[in-house]
């Protein structure tokens, strides 16, 4: 017999976006189940943090690049902690800008690994369930490169452009059968220490200072959307969602913008932009 | 010296979106102000209702299209009511299908000058009061029409498509000085009774019961998504959303879904979408 | 009875894009109608050079904003030259950068009519006779405006949303009667002497040079390529391409690109784009 | 020593899109190199066809999905028949409609290894060659399932979408080095023997009857908008074109569409499409 009455799976969980989501999702009364592949100890502090504040939650450890690992998880969550409710997919493949001919054949298959193919055996294992209880919700943490391809993100990108059609298909499957599916575009930087803090080091501070007051995405504030989505009632589900900070450029404008002419009051064309 | 703390200006608010959305801020405390063009009957129902719920709200007849009307309406609540904190540019330019021969020069111009022309004059006569304010808000609802463009919507897509590229370059100039906007693909049937009740007329019930349990939007819902944005703190902003009900098919899928063959277990290929 | 067989109509015909495919079509067999606001001298030069190469064109001096105007020189066109096969929307509506609040309501206003009403008044105007004959093309210049607004367009990019929504729904109504429409995003500058040489003066060929070489769309081979797609027989149509010079970055990329690590071969890896 | 001045090579060289392109480019004296995985009878027929038609050909047969095959035919054609000027991976990944429990792990990763993977492999087998010569062309057919998923496209969405962006990157990365990379999107049923004429057996005839008069892409038109692409001078290239039979309802249109009221003119609102 299952422990709790309803599991927020987290599939993903560092300090940043996976964690609060966790914390955000216990502090509502769901059982957290917190999934990540290294540092156990980071993960118990997570689960203690929840803790202390009153809620429940499990860590478990699962490379999810391993064949079973995530259907294992899966299993055994619901056998023995509880129904999965709400899923979160939170796995990143961000590898830094890459020549193409710097990325190996490996390091873009792993990518897809983890940025596309751990999404849809999740899905896999999980979506039964769900559809015996009639429902529940996969949220999906993406990213900018799911919407353009930069250069030097090829394996990025390439996964992350699966992951955004497969909530798609997902979502046109599912959706009418009670699987709320949403796509989250993280269009900046978010404060998150076990992902943007390992790649940037000991530069990390350097930048948040850099991006100014408020410029890089508060993974508690980005829960509250997260837990907004996850609660909408079924006859207004919202698929696709961005964010970014307020001084952040969104993905499609120029940056830095061209200049605008402020003294173009009398009517003469102030060229500046040179191609919109 | 202005009455009041806060204003939620919505401007067309009718039965549907607009008057829930008023609604929603004068619970929080704002007063709304709810701005429509005609059946001045129903718009005080709205504005006591608000009262009833204990809550603070103004009625105003405008008629967008008409010069200097906008205008004057942003003055007179700036000086007589309150700071206009948050707007929603709720109005329409929905005719129905129309063939273009069948569309005439002035309902193009009018779908224009509703659907994309007002949302210009009313950031031009409110920003400049939230820019000394330090920000402010303005949410936008949309349409399907804003993103693909159906035959017989000539009027209604132009002017759509018109808001939401207008929506981003407002959002580009004027998010980094602290104004969030926001721009609401409303991607299904409103239970809007002012807008496609009228539409409709005696089919709307029947139509409603055709959509299925929960198969319309229910405006009360989607005001919680409203607010939802708008509450954004500044590190985590959104600025475009989709909103649709679980049965309904999203605008980019083919609607009938072709069939699935579910006894492809085989590997042979079932043939179904014809160009997927 | 008309003059000749078939008639490409330029509308916006300039020295850059518009003039480069008038010349094109008559060198094909096309009677050229070449039709612009303002520059006499300019369009005489236009069609003599068309005449001396051996084709036949026709010039017209039309303000697409006046009421009537588009109208009265399609009626004469049918009725004094020959049948429009084919026609270009040419009319740009790009006036610089500006910031809203120095975008005055009259221009905001112009900026639609050039923009996007005048492309509707030359659907309404010209197809009734296309549909007569079976069929026929409607090429149309767009810009990045059309798909992103960046800060500083809204004037142009209100104006060239709705452009491209309203070329998606004619298509969607007319494509099946026989009408060939094609939107052409042009994402880069183009060597056109009547537009961006004016917006540029004499820091023009300063610019031209900074692109480096082939940085700037020749408009001669841009007209090979509305060629192509006006002669795309009807079981294979285009309905949305983009042309860039090969060393512009795409609207869609950042710009500059971020650094791309080119010593990451040892597998650690190297942060470039920062929400990528 | 090189036999041949300039190779076109095509990865998925069948009786439709792929030999079209093929013999397209063998009749402007280009060397066609065709390879495909099966059918060596019928790839032996598409050399030949090119060879009497005045051209010159090579037929290979390499399974894209096997490590090192894309690579040894690159090395293959570059030492023992001519430099590749232009590439067309031309491979499908269409498995026709499923259901995602109906659609086992290792079909979906061979979606990915033939619809994504193997792109990126060619690229970084062929793409040092190109670049110490200057340039070259890389064409890639892609499927309206990259730029949206619908239900049932799992396999094939998820692999089309991580194609897309990934011709994204490369274009990002190595355009500006002189490489074209030009993604053509595929939004219609295609005359194509051997894959639509495959998954539809004895019924194929019946279903290009269906389609009406020039309902179907007829693959030597395609061939020809892949040869203009391929010819884009560098100052104007292309990234992204869609093409479709001009009966077929676009990806983004409804279909069918909603009715239009014929006789709206009195200026009451025909309601129709319920959403736009």
């Known amino acids: 017999m299952s422990k709790f009455e309803k599991v927020c799976l987290v599939l993903g969980a560092g300090a940043g976006i996976g964690g609060h989501v966790a914390a955000r999702f216990a502090r509502e009364g769901y059982h957290a189940v917190l999934a990540r592949r290294s540092d156990e100890e980071g993960l118990g502090r997570l689960v203690s943090a929840i803790e202390s504040g009153g809620g429940s939650a499990t860590g478990m450890m699962v490379d999810a690049s391993e064949d079973g690992s995530i259907e294992d998880m899966v299993?055994?969550?619901?056998?023995?902690?509880?129904?999965?409710?709400?899923?979160?997919?939170?796995l990143g493949a961000q590898i830094g800008n890459r020549r193409l001919l710097d990325t190996p054949h490996r390091t873009f298959e792993l990518?897809?690994?983890?940025?596309?193919?751990?999404?849809?055996?999740?899905?896999?294992?999980?979506?039964?369930?769900?559809?015996?209880?009639?429902?529940?919700?996969?949220?999906?943490?993406?990213?900018?490169?799911?919407?353009?391809?930069?250069?030097?993100?090829?394996?990025?990108?390439?996964?992350?452009?699966?992951?955004?059609?497969?909530?798609?298909?997902?979502?046109?499957?599912?959706?009418?059968?009670?699987?709320?599916?949403?796509?989250?575009?993280?269009?900046?930087?978010?404060?998150?220490?076990?992902?943007?803090?390992?790649?940037?080091?000991?530069?990390?501070?350097?930048?948040?200072?850099?991006?100014?007051?408020?410029?890089?995405?508060?993974?508690?504030n980005l829960a509250d959307t997260y837990w907004h989505l996850a609660q909408q009632p079924r006859n207004c589900w919202t698929h696709e969602i961005d964010v970014r900070p307020w001084t952040d450029t969104p993905w499609w404008n120029d940056n830095p913008p061209a200049a605008i002419n402020t003294s173009a009051r009398d009517g003469k064309a102030a060229f500046g932009g040179e191609k919109d």
Chains 1, 2, 3, 4 share one sequence.
Request: proline residues 4%; glycine residues 14%.
């Open 111 to 220: 990518g897809w690994r983890l940025g596309c193919f751990g999404l849809f055996r999740l899905a896999h294992a999980m979506f039964p369930a769900m559809l015996e209880r009639g429902g529940g919700t996969l949220l999906v943490t993406s990213a900018t490169a799911a919407v353009r391809g930069n250069a030097g993100q090829h394996s990025h990108a390439a996964a992350m452009g699966g992951r955004r059609m497969l909530c798609q298909t997902m979502n046109a499957e599912f959706g009418p059968q009670g699987i709320h599916v949403a796509h989250v575009v993280v269009d900046g930087s978010v404060d998150a220490p076990d992902t943007l803090g390992k790649l940037l080091g000991d530069k990390f501070d350097a930048y948040k200072a850099s991006k100014g007051e408020d410029g890089v995405l508060d993974p508690a």
């Open 75 to 90: 299993a055994r969550i619901e056998s023995d902690i509880g129904p999965i409710d709400t899923a979160l997919y939170n």
